[in-house]
């Protein structure tokens, strides 16, 4: 930390990127170019060795470099996109859900990425924190194409959108050592104004940089962010983000009050305790489905959790599309802190998107994005999508702004009359709590980032004792509501408990929710018949129909790799399962494991 890092390959070539002085380091951009393209420096094998040896007891690891050949591809992948896609799920799960990038690596991108050649990627640790990805061309170090992610702490892994790159350093600066130095104060701070520096004139007056290294671009700004133009975009919110600290929770306290885990009271026969204990063992067990966590709650209390080797309590596991549920609770704490009615669900979203006013848009009610009838052109898919560019994979994956590009949606039905499950829906649903958010402050100088960060952490989790909580962004500053909600996997828990708890507190002191929102979010619309309600899946006879223990007032908030959550009122409990399981997504048979487990544990729980 505070060395940067670096990269060592075999065989061996070190390259003289920094020119060094007796008295200050210098990093004159033209003189490494010259530095770089004359010397290079080949050290004896076992000099060498013993350097690696002796750095790798002395300093610690920034980064880490991973090569891999994940087998044959079709001619029709979209390559950007899949980069782009690896990139993003490893800085998540590494820096945001702190797995280990070997696992992740070795576990699963072989399994979701069809990509040919050789992948090289490089993770950053702890200063410029960060995921690349690119490909390698046989023994050419340099690409045109690269997928790049940002951890920026609060609001986890950003997508960055480059262009073509030219210098072979810019594998790990892949939006230039300018973008990566804005890393290198990720933690809180209070900054104070710098001056302002023209653009139109020049270093060191202005703001005006020129390098030989850099190559000339059609856009005015690429002087600034020479292989991303869009990173532009990121001066939207140029104030300083500050964490809030969330509330202290006492190990000696037991879920969902404390830290302490399952309660050491329960109202239930031992026997019948450790009986659920296997079960939930036995489902973290089952060959293929790599599953991580399971956890089971009732009457308030946590009764059995389990995670798979090398996963605990201090992993953060990504919801997937149980973050659009997320959203949705999101809306309604937005719609009663702002002392709205929930009549507003019926209004148009025009109200609150007004680039769709006197539009065909403004048939499209809130209520529609909530049962996802909007009506808008969408095609949900994103494993073989990564081939083809769907809507989709062109929103998360092409976009440095999701919402203008879900704005930018033509009708392909008419509101209300067609359920098409879209992440579509759901971004645009962010946008209206963004709204809301922002429409009643008197002061909103904090910036679109710190005012919904501050607006989630406030007036949802901390209230919960959710300390682990993140959405993360795209790089217009919007939280991505459809996909990118983080957790500890108790903390994931809590928010089944809120739902169990009709949207009041764990100890029944404060309403978070207006009244009967939690009915109506989980009320089947006939448009979807009777099948999913606002942002959630209802009970599916032919998914539990032979199970006889899970009742038919169960429903279910799930995520892509099989994240599922079954709140089930009757019996005031809360069953989840958290993991990467990358068989058949729609496959009725690859949920049995999990509905087995509920049936098992169901059949001892009072």
Same mark, same amino acid.
């Given at each position: 930390n505070g060395l940067g890092s670096f990269q060592i390959?075999?065989?061996?070539?070190?390259?003289?990127?920094?020119?060094?002085?007796?008295?200050?380091?210098?990093?004159?951009?033209?003189?490494?170019?010259?530095?770089?393209?004359?010397?290079?420096?080949?050290?004896? &094998?076992?000099?060498?060795? =013993?350097?690696?040896?002796?750095? /790798?007891?002395? #300093?610690?690891?920034?980064?880490?470099?991973?090569?891999?050949?994940i087998g044959s591809v079709a001619?029709?992948?979209?390559?950007?996109?899949?980069?782009?896609?690896?990139?993003?799920?490893?800085?998540?799960?590494?820096?945001?859900?702190?797995?280990?990038?070997?696992?992740?690596?070795n576990k699963y991108v072989s399994l979701a990425s069809p990509i040919s050649n050789i992948?090289? &990627?490089?993770?950053?640790? =702890?200063?410029?924190?960060?995921? /690349?990805?690119? #490909?390698?061309?046989?023994?050419?170090?340099?690409t045109d194409k690269s997928g790049t992610a940002v951890f920026r702490d609060g609001i986890g892994c950003t997508l960055l959108f480059g262009k073509k790159m030219t210098d072979e350093r810019s594998f790990l600066y892949p939006s230039t050592v300018l973008q990566f130095s804005l890393l290198r104060n990720t933690q809180p701070f209070a900054a104070i104004a710098p001056p302002y520096l023209s653009f139109n004139n020049s270093w060191p007056e202005g703001a005006w940089l020129h390098s030989t290294i850099w190559q000339e671009d059609d856009d005015e700004r690429s002087f600034l962010y020479p292989s991303t133009v869009l990173q532009f975009s990121l001066l939207r919110d140029t104030q300083p983000f500050a964490t809030i600290a969330p509330p202290y929770l006492s190990f000696n306290n037991s879920w969902p009050e404390g830290a302490g885990g399952v309660a050491a009271s329960i109202e239930m026969q031992q026997s019948n305790i450790t009986y659920i204990q296997g079960a939930v063992d036995r489902l973290i067990d089952e060959p293929s489905y790599n599953t991580q966590a399971v956890l089971f709650s009732q009457n308030g209390d946590l009764i059995a959790k389990s995670y798979a080797d090398g996963?605990?309590?201090?992993?953060?596991?990504?919801?997937?599309?149980?973050?659009?549920?997320?959203?949705a609770l999101l809306l309604g704490v937005a719609i009663?802190?702002?002392?709205?009615?929930?009549?507003?669900?019926?209004?148009?979203?025009?109200?609150?998107?007004?680039?769709?006013?006197?539009?065909?848009?403004?048939?499209?009610?809130?209520?529609?994005?909530?049962?996802?009838?909007?009506?808008?052109q969408w095609e949900e898919t994103f494993n073989r999508g990564l081939m083809s560019r769907t809507t989709a994979v062109e929103m998360v994956y092409h976009s440095a702004d999701a919402i203008a590009y879900a704005v930018s949606l033509p009708l392909a039905s008419q509101p209300g009359t067609e359920f098409i499950y879209s992440t579509g829906d759901s971004q645009l649903l962010s946008y209206v709590i963004d709204q809301i958010v922002s429409h009643?402050?008197?002061?909103?100088?904090?910036?679109t980032v710190q005012r919904n960060y501050d607006f989630m952490q406030k007036s949802l989790f901390h209230p919960l004792n959710i300390t682990s909580a993140t959405i993360e962004c795209d790089l217009s500053g919007m939280f991505m509501g459809g996909s990118n909600a983080l957790?500890?996997?108790?903390?994931?828990?809590?928010?089944?408990?809120?739902?169990?708890?009709?949207?009041?507190?764990?100890?029944g002191t404060l309403q978070i929710l207006p009244d009967n929102w939690i009915d109506m979010m989980i009320s089947p619309s006939e448009v979807s018949g009777s099948k999913y309600g606002w942002q959630l899946w209802t009970y599916d006879e032919k998914l539990m129909g032979n199970y006889t223990e899970i009742p038919i007032d169960t429903y279910m908030i799930f995520g892509y790799n099989h994240q599922i959550m079954c709140v089930i009122p009757s019996r005031n409990a809360v069953f989840l399962r958290l993991g990467f399981f990358t068989g058949d997504q729609k496959d009725p048979q690859s949920f049995i494991p999990y509905f087995q487990a509920l049936q098992d544990i169901l059949e001892v729980s009072p």
């Open positions: 390959q075999w065989p061996i070539s070190l390259k003289n990127q920094t020119k060094m002085t007796s008295n200050r380091y210098k990093t004159n951009y033209e003189d490494n170019q010259r530095s770089l393209n004359k010397k290079t420096y080949r050290l004896p &094998i076992m000099k060498l060795l =013993f350097a690696t040896i002796a750095l /790798s007891c002395i #300093l610690p690891s920034t980064a880490e470099i991973f090569e891999m050949d001619s029709n992948v979209n390559i950007e996109g899949m980069l782009r896609f690896i990139a993003k799920d490893i800085c998540t799960r590494t820096l945001v859900g702190n797995e280990d990038p070997r696992r992740i690596i992948i090289q &990627i490089d993770v950053g640790y =702890f200063v410029r924190k960060s995921v /690349s990805v690119r #490909l390698r061309g046989g023994t050419n170090l340099r996963y605990s309590d201090n992993n953060r596991f990504i919801g997937m599309s149980m973050t659009k549920t997320l959203n009663k802190s702002h002392s709205h009615d929930v009549g507003l669900v019926d209004d148009s979203a025009s109200t609150f998107i007004t680039q769709w006013k006197n539009t065909n848009h403004t048939l499209i009610t809130i209520r529609h994005l909530l049962q996802m009838a909007s009506g808008l009643d402050m008197e002061d909103d100088s904090t910036g957790m500890s996997a108790e903390d994931w828990l809590r928010i089944g408990q809120l739902m169990l708890n009709k949207g009041w507190s764990n100890d």
